[in-house]
């Protein structure tokens, strides 16, 4: 070998001597020189120190070809009811029956707790009352003056009270009905907190309401992954608790805001709870997804890397002899343990994945099944 390193000198101090050439010019030269130094070495690798022939080093080889790639990543999220309400009465009173149990089943406008409403179903009937008599004393009045006897400010006064009457009427029936707590939608009693007798009012809560079914993951998503999650995004879901339990579902809503102070977006997923097994606030953990394409990959333990680059040795029919070739790749994301080659290989090429450390350029392999 140091003849050769000689022999190459030599052209190169020749012909510096024949004319001057730039220092570009040089280092280009001094490049060219090592690389065929660096072919002749794999050459002379193939031989012994006897100056036989070695014999062809044995490898495996993987044909590559496109295929679907998806790189996904998970989330720890928190399960929400998308129905779950803190019920409270819309007026103080005291609380005079309690018509649901715990874990009760309710629909939608049932009624769940009455306030004592004596005082305003009195004042109900004396105003039903006093209505009676004002409704008689305004048809008179009506008659007579549809016949021209009567005075006008007595059909007008007349008028006056009995809509007072009704209008007030109509606000005690309202009163009323506020005495009766309804379910706001169709759901579990979890937890009733007051017991007859007690004071209720709109600052205190009576009874827990949650719908199980659908339930919603709530997660909070580094805004790095904003470009790759959109409405209606397949998702699959697993909760911890319990093993082996995972749902499919799809992505309900993308936040639009940045959470400034740890540059989160929030993600909503819905998911389906017949079976009623995900209780709100249990723990659930989204597989998300930024990378979705057809490549070709190879395993990224074969992918070596040297001053130029990363590259793979791939196995090439040469003069009716499998001769190794090194290819410098480019590279993408990797997806579990493969790695995805965005250039350097096409399909068909034969890579090297066992065997791969025995290996030098242009050495002669067999090829194993």
Same mark, same amino acid.
């Given at each position: 070998m140091r003849?050769?390193a000689i ?7 020749l012909q510096?001597?024949q004319?001057q050439?730039?220092?570009?010019q ?8 090592k690389?065929a ?9 193939n031989?012994g120190e006897?100056g036989t022939a ?5 490898v495996i080889?993987q044909?590559?070809k496109k295929q679907?790639?998806?790189h996904t990543?998970?989330y ?7 129905k779950m309400a803190y019920i ?11 018509l649901?149990k715990e874990?009760q ?7 769940l ?9 009195s004042?109900i009937a004396?105003?039903?009352t006093g209505?009676?008599?004002?409704t008689t ?6 008659s007579l003056?549809?016949k021209?006897i009567g005075? *006008?400010i007595?059909y007008?006064?007349?008028?006056t009270?009995?809509?007072?009457l *009704? ?6 029936r309202a009163q009323?009905?506020?005495t009766?707590?309804?379910?706001p ?8 907190y007051?017991?007859?007798?007690e ?9 827990d309401?949650?719908?199980?079914d ?9 805004e790095?992954?904003?470009?790759y999650?959109?409405r209606g995004?397949s998702?699959m ?6 093993d082996g339990?995972t749902?499919?579902?799809t992505v309900?809503h993308?936040g639009?805001?940045?959470?400034a ?5 929030r993600?909503?997923?819905k998911?389906d709870?017949k079976?009623?097994k995900i209780?709100p606030?249990?723990?659930a ?5 930024d990378?979705?394409?057809?490549n070709?990959?190879?395993p990224?333990?074969?992918?070596k ?12 029919l040469?003069d ?12 993408g994301?990797?997806?579990?343990d493969?790695t995805?080659?965005?250039d ?5 090429d ?7 450390n ?5 050495v ?6």
């Amino acid at each position: 070998m140091r003849k050769i390193a000689i022999i190459l000198l030599s052209l190169s101090v020749l012909q510096a001597c024949q004319e001057q050439r730039t220092p570009e010019q040089i280092k280009s030269e001094i490049y060219t020189h090592k690389e065929a130094i660096k072919k002749l070495e794999s050459e002379l690798a193939n031989y012994g120190e006897t100056g036989t022939a070695k014999k062809a080093i044995k490898v495996i080889v993987q044909a590559v070809k496109k295929q679907e790639v998806k790189h996904t990543f998970e989330y720890t999220g928190t399960v929400k009811a998308q129905k779950m309400a803190y019920i409270s009465p819309q007026m103080n009173g005291q609380v005079q029956k309690i018509l649901v149990k715990e874990g009760q089943h309710v629909s939608e406008g049932q009624i769940l707790l009455k306030l004592n409403a004596d005082v305003i179903l009195s004042g109900i009937a004396e105003v039903k009352t006093g209505l009676s008599l004002a409704t008689t004393l305004y048809n008179k009045q009506k008659s007579l003056r549809e016949k021209g006897i009567g005075k *006008e400010i007595d059909y007008l006064q007349a008028k006056t009270k009995k809509e007072s009457l *009704e209008a007030k009427l109509r606000t005690l029936r309202a009163q009323y009905k506020m005495t009766e707590v309804r379910a706001p939608f169709a759901g579990i009693v979890d937890h009733i907190y007051p017991k007859i007798g007690e004071m209720a009012g709109p600052v205190r809560k009576v009874i827990d309401l949650v719908n199980m079914d659908p339930m919603e993951v709530e997660l909070d998503v580094s805004e790095k992954y904003i470009p790759y999650i959109h409405r209606g995004d397949s998702i699959m879901v697993r909760f911890p608790t319990y093993d082996g339990l995972t749902k499919v579902s799809t992505v309900n809503h993308v936040g639009n805001i940045i959470n400034a102070a740890n540059r989160t977006f929030r993600v909503v997923i819905k998911i389906d709870n017949k079976d009623m097994k995900i209780k709100p606030n249990m723990v659930a953990v989204a597989q998300l997804s930024d990378y979705e394409g057809k490549n070709i990959t190879v395993p990224s333990i074969i992918i070596k890397e040297d001053r130029r680059g990363k590259y793979v040795y791939v196995a090439s029919l040469r003069d009716s002899l499998q001769i190794a070739r090194k290819v410098y790749v480019k590279t993408g994301m990797n997806v579990e343990d493969n790695t995805v080659i965005e250039d350097g290989l096409k399909e068909g090429d034969k890579v090297i994945v066992k065997g791969y450390n025995l290996v030098n350029p242009e050495v002669e392999v067999s090829i194993q099944q």
